[in-house]
Structures are given as C-alpha cells and as structure tokens.
Nanobody, 125 residues
Framework: QVQLVESGGGLVQAGGSLRLSCAAS????????MGWFRQAPGKEREFVAA????????YYADSVKGRFTISRDNAKNTVYLQMNSLKPEDTAVYYC??????????????????WGQGTQVTVSS
C-alpha cells in the first residue's frame, strides 16, 4: 500500500520558517515529479511548488517564489518544502503529491492517486 506522510507543520509567527517533509512508502517515486499544494479554509486547493524527478527543475507559485524552496532525496523517497519569511496568508493545510510530471510554463500535472494526508501550517501575525 502506497503512503505519503507529511510532517513538519505547526504554528509559527510571521517572518518565521518551517520545513515540511513528505515521506513515501510502498513504491518509489524517483522517476516522477513531486509537488506541494495547499488549501486554506474556504478556498480551493492550490499549487505551491513542484520538482522534477532529478531535482534539476523546480516550479513555484508566484505567491511563494523567493521564499519557499522545494527539494528531494530520492534515496529516502522524500520531498521537502523549506518555507521562509512566512506570512499569515500562508496559513493552510499543506499536501504533497507524487507520481506527477512537469509540464510547460511552470505547470505540474499531479497524479490524483497519490496524496498525503496533509499537515497544518498556521502563521500568526
């Protein structure tokens, strides 16, 4: 059974940092892109960042560009999201997705079969 388990969320003050992790088990995703999404209360899930299978290409939403960094460790089957200079508007449940692929112009085509359970990030002002 494939599982994606996110961790690292929590409560932080504006301007602070958090590092999210998403560990996959049950199969390897080293040949696939992976991504992070988030969903704030009352809003739709939105794309945050994605990374190619090799880590050589990364895409970011404009709202997080320059503040967030996505990375991966294929040996650990894990993807990370380093979040710096956090803002209250970053408050959301963050989900990782695996098995996707990068498209043109910064797009990420997610695989709807592989989502984590989510981790809450709350940024206080």
């Amino acid at each position: 059974q494939v599982q994606l388990v996110e961790s690292g969320g929590g409560l932080v003050q504006a301007g602070g940092s958090l590092r999210l992790s998403c560990a996959a088990s049950g199969r390897t995703f080293s040949s696939y892109a992976m991504g992070w999404f988030r969903q704030a209360p009352g809003k739709e899930r939105e794309f945050v960042a994605a990374i190619s299978w090799s880590g050589g290409s990364t895409y970011y939403a404009d709202s997080v560009k320059g503040r967030f960094t996505i990375s991966r460790d294929n040996a650990k089957n894990t993807v990370y999201l380093q979040m710096n200079s956090l803002k209250p508007e970053d408050t959301a449940v963050y989900y990782c997705n695996a098995g996707g692929r990068l498209g043109p112009s910064g797009s990420y085509y997610y695989d709807d079969d592989y989502w984590g359970q989510g981790t809450q990030v709350t940024v206080s002002s």
